[in-house]
């Protein structure tokens, strides 16, 4: 089992910066597929960024050159800088993981961006 708690949402004026941070504990492995997902209000949840086996990076469209996502398998943990926030940036951002042996959600953690 892993357990994924995340950090570092909140409220934020648009054009400012937040980081997100995601630290496992439990099993994990270095090969797996990290990553952040957002669900805004009566929307599906979408991918925002992803990184596999620690170096392959994968960005949603609508972040891409703003968001950053990193992870260090060594301390377990998958972060996500995110620069010129945009009102439509708003969302509950989950982090999760992904190896053989599961799929694995934190609870989120609310960023919301003003205009």
């Known amino acids: 089992q892993v357990q994924l708690v995340e950090s570092g949402g909140g409220l934020v004026q648009a054009g400012g910066s937040l980081r997100l941070s995601c630290a496992a504990s439990?099993?994990?492995?270095?090969?797996?597929?990290r990553g952040w997902y957002r669900q805004a209000p009566g929307k599906q949840r979408e991918l925002v960024a992803t990184i596999k086996n620690g170096w392959e990076t994968n960005y949603a469209d609508s972040v891409k050159g703003r968001f950053t996502i990193s992870g260090d398998n060594a301390k377990r943990t998958v972060d996500l800088q995110m620069n010129s926030l945009k009102p439509e940036d708003t969302a509950v951002y989950y982090c999760?993981?992904?190896?053989?042996?599961?799929?694995?959600w934190g609870q989120g953690t609310q960023v919301t961006v003003s205009s």
């Open positions: 439990g099993r994990t492995f270095s090969i797996s597929v």
């Open positions: 999760n993981y992904r190896d053989s042996t599961g799929d694995y």
